[in-house]
């Protein structure tokens, strides 16, 4: 099965709108809905990717650590300490500032599609996930990268 199943997709389309406004924010596009949306979605658009991207990575750990149960005998034991890198990643690297921790940031989403190949190419992980994982981490690392140049 390589078809991404449409709840996986449109729940990954859905986990892209926060690092989507806050792109739009650092641009100056919010249309004005800043004021009608709760406080904690306005402001600096850096740091609503920050602090979101800032639980995604960790999640995403999790979501290793689910397929590492998958695997066994020393692959196992690889698996298993594969999946904690972004958390950790996360952990010791946040950054001492707004660029400093989008550039962490853009770096452990980068990482984590090495690790999700790595997961795939040992059977894994679903055959539709490199797929999904391409298209979200492309929208991803295209937001944080206008959280950086722009």
């Known amino acids: 099965m390589h078809r991404i199943p449409a ?3 449109l729940l990954g389309l859905a986990g892209l709108l926060p690092f989507l406004w806050g792109a739009l924010l650092v641009l100056g596009f919010s249309g004005g809905l800043e004021a009608i949306l709760p406080q904690s979605l306005g402001g600096d658009g850096r740091l ?3 602090r979101y991207g800032g639980i995604i990575l960790p999640f995403m750990s999790g979501v290793l650590w689910g397929f590492a149960t998958k695997a066994e005998g020393p692959q ?3 698996a298993y300490a594969l999946s904690v890198l972004p958390a ?3 952990f010791f690297m946040p950054g001492t500032g707004y660029m400093s921790a989008l550039i962490n940031l853009a770096s452990g989403f980068a990482g984590l599609l090495f690790l999700d190949y790595a ?3 040992w059977g894994l992980a679903p055959g539709w996930w490199m797929s999904l994982r391409l298209q979200l981490s ?5 937001c944080i990268a206008v959280g950086i140049w722009a």
């Open 7 to 9: 709840p996986a997709f």
């Open 76 to 78: 196992a034991a690889m």
């Open 119 to 121: 997961f795939q190419k």
């Open 48 to 50: 609503i990717m920050i």
């Open 88 to 90: 950790l990643w996360w």
């Open 138 to 142: 492309s929208v991803v690392l295209a």
